[in-house]
């Protein structure tokens, strides 16, 4: 016998239970999990809450039954989302947006110069991330505390990418020549990027989008070898050789859900199938908070307020008016 929507919905939230998201330290994933949110609050009459944590201690939660959602879940990245999905404690849902890369970068200045800016192209022949380990790129991206090495830029330590970056510079040959560096944050990773780029500097860095930096600043993404499974097992384990590195594989970036809690809520799992956004859009959004220095709870009512074409497509009529009327 099927679980209707009324029932399904009355067994979850109207009981008074709460959904956790995981409370997500990058500005795409802090975005989409307050749209998420209040679609769940003002349209479905949930009880949402987040669990703050890194990467890996949330993904731990979601598989223990603490986290409910986490809005952003990059599919192949991390060892612990792995076994727990092989244990069928967790699974993925959906998409949270389409088409988003990942790599390491340099600003186009330092390749193609910036006339407006009255830059010159200082480094024109740098394409691939295995050149890094020559001399000139090593003293043009010196470090300022250890200026004989270099400095790459790394995520913050506990986001699954430090770790793969970190294997990414032992596997090249880089260890000894670049500093690891490692922000506290993600607002000081950004930070960091952007005072280099606004003065022209050079910074060589980890990154990816959607995120407002890659929509406002022109930046390239150094090549490196073909993906290959192989390559990538060896990168992603902790027990991993790290002797050899290859580009980031195209990734599916899912809703990550407790499978428990998929059984008992079905009437959320189904939004969560069609909530994709666009990926032009999340740019605007993360452009939107950077311009205007605003939270991802305020982005997330500009959108639900500008974007109804979009998100309405998600919910049902009834819960879109509540959505709406709470807005207004």
């Known amino acids: 016998m099927s679980i209707s929507t009324s029932s399904a919905h009355a067994s979850y939230c109207g009981d008074g239970r709460t959904i956790n998201f995981a409370q997500i330290g990058w500005e795409s994933g802090s975005f989409i999990t ?11 009459d ?7 944590g890194n990467s890996v201690t949330l993904e731990q939660a979601a598989a223990d039954g603490d986290v409910q959602i986490s809005a ?6 991390s060892d612990i989302w792995k076994k727990a999905a092989a244990e069928g404690k967790v699974i993925g849902v959906g998409n949270s947006f ?3 890369e990942e790599g390491w970068f340099v600003p186009d200045y330092l390749i193609h110069g910036d006339p407006a800016r009255n830059i010159a192209a200082v480094v024109p022949d740098l394409k691939r991330v295995d050149q890094l380990a020559d001399p000139k790129y090593v003293a043009l991206f010196s470090d300022p505390e250890e200026p004989a090495k270099g400095r790459f830029l790394n995520c913050p330590s506990g986001w699954t990418c ?5 294997a990414k510079l032992q596997a090249y040959g880089l260890e000894s020549s670049y500093v690891n560096f490692r922000p506290g944050t993600g607002t000081a990773l950004d930070s960091a990027i952007t005072s280099a780029y606004l003065q022209g500097q050079p910074i060589l860095f980890y990154y ?14 150094l090549e490196e070898a073909p993906y290959s499974d192989a390559c990538w097992a060896e990168l992603t384990s902790t027990d991993g050789k790290h002797d050899k590195a290859c580009a980031f594989p195209t990734t599916q970036v899912v809703y990550g859900v407790n499978a428990k809690f998929a059984t008992e809520a079905p009437e959320i799992i189904d939004i969560l199938k069609k909530a ?15 311009d205007n220095k605003a939270e991802p709870v305020a982005a997330a009512k500009e959108f639900l307020k500008t974007k109804k074409d979009i998100w309405t497509k998600w919910v049902s009529k009834e819960a879109a008016e509540k959505i709406e009327a709470g807005l207004n």
């Open 34 to 44: 307050e749209v998420m949110k209040t679609i769940l609050a003002a349209g479905y």
């Open 46 to 52: 949930c009880k949402v809450d987040t669990v703050t």
């Open 72 to 77: 952003e879940e990059w599919m192949g990245r």
């Open 98 to 100: 389409e088409g988003a």
């Open 162 to 166: 430090e770790s793969i970056s970190t």
């Open 208 to 221: 990816w989008s959607p995120t407002a930096i890659m929509g406002k600043f022109k930046l390239v993404k």
């Open 276 to 290: 994709e956004f666009p990926l032009k859009e999340i740019n605007l959004s993360l452009a939107y908070m950077l």
